[in-house]
Antibody
Framework: EVQLVESGGGLVQPGGSLRLSCAAS????????INWVRQAPGKELEWVAN????????YYVDSVKGRFTISRDNPKSSLYLQMNSLRAEDTAVYYC??????????WGQGALVTVSS | DVVMTQSPLSLPVTLGQPASISCRSS???????????LAWFQQRPGQSPRRLIY???NRDSGVPDRFSGSGSGTDFTLKISRVEAEDVGVYFC?????????FGPGTKVDIK
């Protein structure tokens, strides 16, 4: 059974940093693109970033470029999102989602990130 | 970026009756490789999204056959042939043809 489990969410002050993790199981992690998708309160889903299977290429939505870094550790079947210079508008539930052609076939349960003073 | 719109945004339905949700894109979603990367998701209250349909009309494993997807180019439809109580939630479309991928605003389905 494919499982994706996020962790690392919490409350952080504006300008602060947070690192999210996503632990994968039930599939060959190193074969897949993996994405971060977020959902701000009452808003639609927004794709944030993804990383190719061997970690050599990463892609970001413009609003997080230069502040967020996606990475992966294939031997540990883990995905990460380092978030720096956080803003109030980054407040959201962050999901990791397995991606084939951006069709997002499996999702984790999400991690809540709240940016507030 | 491609703009995705959905209608209606709220859909009260009667149990056992059909329901239909429209998703429209601002550009054709036909990829240069001939595929159309349009998917539908269900998000039940308090849960993470679950994919129902991918590449317009392919139903995911375990998805009841009362769910079907259709459409082409810029116009797509998700149909529920007979709504059941467990179908309550928000339904999203997403396009993956043009970078970046963009989700629709969601259609909230509830029971009348």
């Amino acid at each position: 059974e494919v499982q994706l489990v996020e962790s690392g969410g919490g409350l952080v002050q504006p300008g602060g940093s947070l690192r999210l993790s996503c632990a994968a199981s039930g599939f060959t992690f190193s074969n897949y693109y993996i994405n971060w998708v977020r959902q701000a309160p009452g808003k639609e889903l927004e794709w944030v970033a993804n990383i190719d299977p061997d970690g050599s290429n990463t892609y970001y939505v413009d609003s997080v470029k230069g502040r967020f870094t996606i990475s992966r550790d294939n031997p540990k079947s883990s995905l990460y999102l380092q978030m720096n210079s956080l803003r109030a508008e980054d407040t959201a539930v962050y999901y990791c989602a397995r991606g084939v052609d951006y069709m997002f076939d499996f999702w984790g349960q999400g991690a809540l990130v709240t940016v507030s003073s | 970026d491609v703009v995705m719109t959905q209608s209606p945004l709220s859909l009260p339905v009667t149990l056992g009756q059909p329901a239909s949700i429209s998703c429209r894109s601002s550009q054709s979603l036909v990829h240069s490789n001939g595929n159309t990367y349009l998917a539908w998701f269900q998000q039940r209250p308090g849960q993470s999204p679950r994919r129902l349909i991918y590449k317009v009309s392919n139903r995911d494993s375990g998805v009841p056959d009362r769910f079907s997807g259709s459409g082409s180019g810029t116009d797509f439809t998700l149909k529920i042939s007979r709504v059941e109580a467990e179908d309550v939630g928000v339904y999203f479309c997403v396009q993956g043809t043009h970078w970046p991928p963009v989700f629709g605003p969601g259609t909230k389905v509830d029971i009348k």
